[in-house]
T-cell receptor
């Protein structure tokens, strides 16, 4: 199996611009997660999908953030009107939930966003 | 409250030394899962181990071993005979329902 992939790996943008990131999960994984990681911190949960349904959004996810997983496969995370505080690493993870056993999340390499 | 504390911000050791990374967690759940991940400079979090709250057996995988103690709410990670390739940031995480709660990580530097 190929792992979780994310594109782009790096993004530099000017304040006020919109950006979109893509995540391709491990094939047949039904859950997909987005996390944000700032320097010196652990990843913080943003949102997750079960197939194409977005089931939970963190309070960290302001109205400027939107995520989609249109066909239950890849996902996009869009940030509108970026602010300098949005500068961070955005990590995607996927997992397979089957039956009653818990899932293990496998992470992608992340997209590092720098807002100037 | 759910919380994971990794008090060691950075540890430096010389190659072949043993090193233990500490993880203390807080949860009111009776069923929970704990994880360790490695984050090398490339940025990708690499899964190392998962442990559920009902299994307190220690685990060994090659040079890695984990000590889970519910009585002290700790899940410590030991690397035996460290190598330069072990240099990375290591995260401990607590899983509650669907999401992970991560600690702030411990940066391990293994010097040749």
């Amino acid at each position: 199996d190929t792992g979780v992939s994310q594109d782009p790996r790096h993004k530099i943008t000017k304040r006020g611009q919109n950006v979109t990131f893509r995540c391709d999960p491990i094939s047949e994984h039904n859950r997909l997660y987005w996390y944000r990681q700032t320097l010196g911190q652990g990843p913080e949960f943003l949102t997750y999908f079960q197939n194409e349904a977005q089931l939970e959004k963190s309070r960290l996810l302001s109205d400027r953030f939107s995520a989609e997983r249109p066909k239950g496969s890849f996902s996009t995370l869009e940030i509108q009107r970026t602010e300098q505080g949005d500068s961070a690493m955005y990590l995607c993870a996927s997992s397979l939930v089957a039956g009653l056993s818990t899932d293990t999340q496998y992470f992608g390499p992340g997209t590092r966003l720098t807002v100037l | 409250a759910q919380k994971v504390t990794q008090a060691q911000t950075e540890i430096s050791v010389v190659e072949k030394e043993d090193v233990t990374l500490d993880c203390v967690y807080e949860t009111r759940d009776t069923t929970y899962y704990l994880f360790w991940y490695k984050q090398p400079p490339s940025g990708e979090l690499v899964f190392l181990i998962r442990r559920n709250s009902f299994d307190e057996q220690n685990e060994i995988s090659g040079r890695y071993s984990w000590n889970f103690q519910k009585s002290t709410s700790s899940f410590n990670f030991t690397i035996t005979a460290s190598q330069v390739v072990d240099s990375a940031v290591y995260f401990c995480a607590l899983k509650r329902t669907y999401k992970y709660i991560f600690g702030t990580g411990t940066r391990l530097k293994v010097l040749a």
